[in-house]
């Protein structure tokens, strides 16, 4: 026997080997052993093991049982174990246990009004001053930008419009150019500007357009039961002109009646259109995140009309299938209404879209023609168990868009600890 025919024989003998290996149920189960396992106090969970692997494990903050072809791991209190898969004896592969706190939250679907008062104010555009040498805009020529914010002029506070008139008026009378602290991207510089006469009367203008607060209706998510604590429409709040996120200084949450609905069509979201006053305040707002608005109730404002707390889910434990969504239609009666969740991400890091969710509840495809504008934050439901938030709509069928997993709206509301901060997340 040649040497070229030992060696294609062995190559064979190899090959056929390594196949067999790759296809048995030992190294099947190898490949299909988690890396990662993430549960809530006293839940349980189990998967398949072939009965020839063993699984080691150490701790006490699961409840961990090798059965012949099953594992059971059951939490027991926060913290994180470690488990092993063992072939012929030898730990061949890890498995990281977390056991995260049960928490529950009370779920919202009231219709929320939403004031902020930006920090300082934003410049949302220029305009040309008419001025007896041609028309300029001052602003612009000192490289002040569309999205900055003013905080500072002449070394006086900025805190809405209305700080700003009298100062430019006086520095134009003087003569002298305005020291200005912008804020810009998280960085704060300094613009000198010179005010200009407006031709038509006696007035000094920036060549600026300016705002200082922004308005809208959204719906509530959850209440925390002991703090109070809540958190709404799963997305952040930016601004109309510049799309760009709004720094809160302040602002506040009121009751909102809902009035009508602009149904959605294809290529047209809908609306919910709402009427609320100032005398409605039932919180404040501390944050505006890409995750949704948080801050705290006020002593004495009404937690939900679904008042009894509820289990949450992690992104990993969502399902695709049939769900339920609680929002308002008309007035202020919370209702819920059938969906289905089309995908889910089992997301290891903080991210907003982390569900397709579609409509399917004829009542309210008859009252909106699918999701529409105010809807978000509108709490999903799943088996009993609060799992996250309606955030956007699909332009071109209103009928579906994406949720938020709850899990990182807790996180981001200083709820619930535990990976990495939504904080750091950037769209």
Do not use: W
């Given at each position: 026997?040649?040497?070229?025919?030992?060696?294609?024989?062995?190559?064979?003998?190899?090959?056929?080997?390594?196949?067999?290996?790759?296809?048995?149920?030992?190294?099947?189960?190898?490949?299909?052993?988690?890396?990662?396992?993430?549960?809530?106090?006293?839940?349980?969970?189990?998967?398949?093991?072939?009965?020839?692997?063993?699984?080691?494990?150490?701790?006490?903050s699961a409840e961990i049982h090798a059965h012949q072809h099953t594992v059971s791991i059951k939490g027991k209190s926060a913290g994180k174990e470690e488990m092993f898969l063992k072939l012929a004896g030898i730990p061949v592969k890890k498995t990281e246990v977390e056991v995260h706190p049960n928490i529950k939250m009370i779920p919202g679907g009231q219709s929320i009004g939403v004031k902020l008062n930006t920090l300082g104010v934003l410049i949302v555009g220029h305009h040309l001053v008419q001025t007896d040498k041609g028309k300029f805009s001052p602003g612009e020529q000192a490289g002040i930008e569309v999205g900055d914010m003013i905080l500072e002029m002449n070394g006086k506070k900025i805190e809405n419009m209305s700080d700003i008139a009298p100062i430019v008026q006086q520095a134009g009378e003087e003569g002298k150019p305005l020291d200005a602290v912008i804020k810009r991207d998280g960085q704060t510089i300094r613009k000198t500007i010179k005010p200009l006469k407006d031709k038509s009367g006696q007035s000094y203008k920036l060549g600026l357009y300016i705002r200082d607060s922004a308005a809208g209706i959204g719906t509530m998510t959850f209440i925390d039961p002991k703090t109070k604590k809540y958190g709404a429409l799963g997305h952040v709040i930016s601004d109309m002109d510049?799309?760009?996120?709004?720094?809160?200084?302040?602002?506040?949450?009121?009751?909102?009646?809902?009035?009508?609905?602009?149904?959605?069509?294809?290529?047209?979201?809908?609306?919910?259109?709402?009427?609320?006053?100032?005398?409605?305040?039932?919180?404040?707002?501390?944050?505006?995140?890409?995750?949704?608005?948080?801050?705290?109730?006020?002593?004495?404002?009404?937690?939900?009309?679904?008042?009894?707390?509820?289990?949450?889910?992690?992104?990993d434990q969502v399902k695709t299938g049939p769900a339920k969504i609680l929002t308002v239609v008309d007035g202020k009666k919370v209702e819920?209404?059938?969906?289905?969740?089309?995908?889910?991400?089992?997301?290891?890091?903080?991210?907003?879209?982390?569900?397709?969710?579609?409509?399917?509840?004829?009542?309210?495809?008859?009252?909106?023609?699918?999701?529409?504008q105010g809807m978000s934050g509108s709490p999903i439901i799943q088996n009993g168990r609060l799992v996250g938030a309606v955030t956007h709509v699909f332009v071109n069928d209103p009928t579906s868009g994406y949720g938020v997993h709850i899990e990182w709206m807790l996180h981001e509301a200083g709820i619930y600890g535990g990976g990495k901060s939504p904080s750091a997340f950037k769209e």
């Open positions: 026997m040649n040497f070229e025919k030992i060696r294609k024989l062995t190559g064979g003998f190899l090959l056929v080997s390594l196949l067999l290996c790759v296809f048995s149920q030992p190294f099947q189960q190898y490949l299909h052993f988690p890396k990662q396992v993430r549960l809530l106090e006293g839940q349980q969970i189990e998967f398949h093991k072939t009965s020839a692997a063993a699984v080691m494990a150490s701790g006490n510049t799309k760009k996120p709004i720094v809160v200084e302040k602002g506040r949450i009121v009751n909102s009646v809902v009035t009508s609905i602009e149904k959605g069509k294809n290529g047209s979201p809908g609306e919910k259109l709402a009427r609320f006053t100032e005398e409605g305040r039932i919180g404040n707002i501390t944050k505006n995140s890409p995750f949704g608005i948080f801050g705290q109730l006020d002593p004495g404002a009404k937690d939900s009309t679904y008042a009894k707390p509820m289990p949450i889910a992690l992104s819920a209404y059938s969906i289905k969740i089309v995908s889910t991400i089992p997301q290891k890091f903080p991210a907003t879209k982390g569900m397709v969710i579609k409509i399917t509840d004829p009542e309210l495809l008859k009252k909106t023609g699918g999701i529409v």
